[in-house]
């Protein structure tokens, strides 16, 4: 089963920029990958997903046109670039690899999480 480890979070003020990384022990060659955030005492959110050769992604509403998910599958890894962070931001960051090549929505695998917090 594909292990996956995000990193990069961490505080950054509103407006600022973070990128999170999501690395797997793995060829990703053949996977969707999505990013998720959970917040406290909040349902977890699905924030983006890319297919396996990054030629189709989504994004939720509330981070549309400031997050940007991307994938280098030559070294297993998705990233997710976020800019103009808004404390409402904040939460814990998940990556998960989908069951098929395109985003179907059935996530197998999921990484432990990063936070990310957004305050002055």
């Known amino acids: 089963q594909l292990q996956l480890v995000e990193s990069g979070g961490g505080l950054v003020q509103p407006g600022g920029s973070l990128r999170l990384s999501c690395a797997a022990s793995?060829?990703?060659?053949?996977?969707?990958i999505g990013w998720f955030r959970q917040a406290p005492g909040k349902e977890r959110e699905r924030v983006s997903c890319?297919?396996?050769?990054?030629?189709?992604?989504n994004y939720a509403d509330s981070v549309k046109g400031r997050f940007t998910i991307s994938r280098d599958n030559a070294k297993n890894t998705v990233y997710l670039q976020m800019n103009s962070l808004k404390p409402e931001d904040t939460a814990i960051y998940y990556c998960a690899a989908d069951l098929y090549y395109y985003c179907s929505g059935a996530f197998g695998s999921w990484g432990q999480g990063t936070q990310v917090t957004v305050s002055s």
């Open positions: 890319i297919n396996y050769n990054g030629g189709s992604t």
């Open positions: 793995g060829s990703v060659d053949y996977y969707a």
